[in-house]
C-alpha cells in the first residue's frame, strides 16, 4: 500500500499506564484512544491494525539519567515490547524523545475524539501530532528545495537557479552574454 493511502498513525505513551491512541489524517480525529495497564491490551490493538492503512507507530522514548528504579526499568521493557510487536508486524515505527510532544500536549487534550481525563493518551496524541508536524515541515523543505532546483526558459536551455541572489543571476547573464558576443566575433 502506498504512503499516499495511508491514513492511520498510532501513537503510544509506554508506561506503567500506557497511553494508546489511534488518528485518523482524513478525518482529523480520534479514532480508537485508551490508557491501560495491560501491555497485551495494546499488542492486541496493533495486531488488528495489521490489515489497515497505517501510516506508523509512534513510541514515545524513555529517556532517563541516573539509577533504574523499578517503574523506570517497567516502562524500558514496555517500550521494547511495543516496538517490537510493531517493527515485527511490519509498521514503520518510530521512536520520539518526550520532549518532542511538549508544544503539542494542550492541542491533543482537544483533538477531536479525545476523551477528557485521559493523560497518557493525550501524551501519545501529542506525539502523533508531533510527528505530523515534523513530516509537514519535511515536505514543505522538499518542495521548497524541488522548486529551486534549476529553472528552464522558454527556449528550453537551463540557466540559473531561481533561489540564487539577484547579483549572482546578473553576473551569470553578464557572463552568458559575453560569452556569445565573443564567440561570434571570433568567427
Do not use: C
Not at 30 to 50: F, G, H
Amino acid at each position: 500500500m502506498s504512503t499516499a493511502t495511508k491514513r492511520l498513525v498510532i501513537g503510544i505513551d509506554p508506561g506503567l499506564t500506557t497511553g494508546f491512541v489511534v488518528y485518523d489524517t482524513i478525518l482529523e480525529e480520534v479514532i480508537e484512544s485508551k490508557q491501560t495497564q495491560d501491555q497485551m491490551y495494546v499488542t492486541n490493538r496493533l495486531k488488528a491494525y495489521r490489515s489497515q492503512s497505517v501510516l506508523a507507530v509512534i513510541i514515545e522514548d524513555f529517556v532517563g539519567a541516573g539509577p533504574r528504579d523499578p517503574m523506570a526499568i517497567h516502562t524500558i521493557k514496555t517500550l521494547g515490547l511495543h516496538q517490537g510487536v510493531s517493527e515485527w508486524l511490519g509498521f514503520v515505527t518510530i521512536i520520539r524523545a518526550p520532549q518532542s510532544r511538549r508544544p503539542f500536549v494542550e492541542l491533543a487534550k482537544q483533538a477531536k475524539g479525545m476523551p477528557a481525563h485521559n493523560k497518557h493518551a493525550a501524551d501519545a496524541m501529542a506525539h502523533v501530532y508531533s510527528y505530523l508536524d515534523s513530516q509537514r515541515k519535511e515536505d514543505q523543505a522538499a518542495a521548497r528545495k524541488k522548486k529551486g532546483r534549476k529553472q528552464q526558459w522558454k527556449d528550453g536551455k537551463t540557466f540559473l537557479f531561481s533561489s540564487a541572489p539577484a547579483s549572482i543571476a546578473a553576473r551569470k547573464s553578464q557572463r552568458r552574454s559575453f560569452i556569445v558576443t565573443h564567440r561570434n566575433f571570433q568567427g
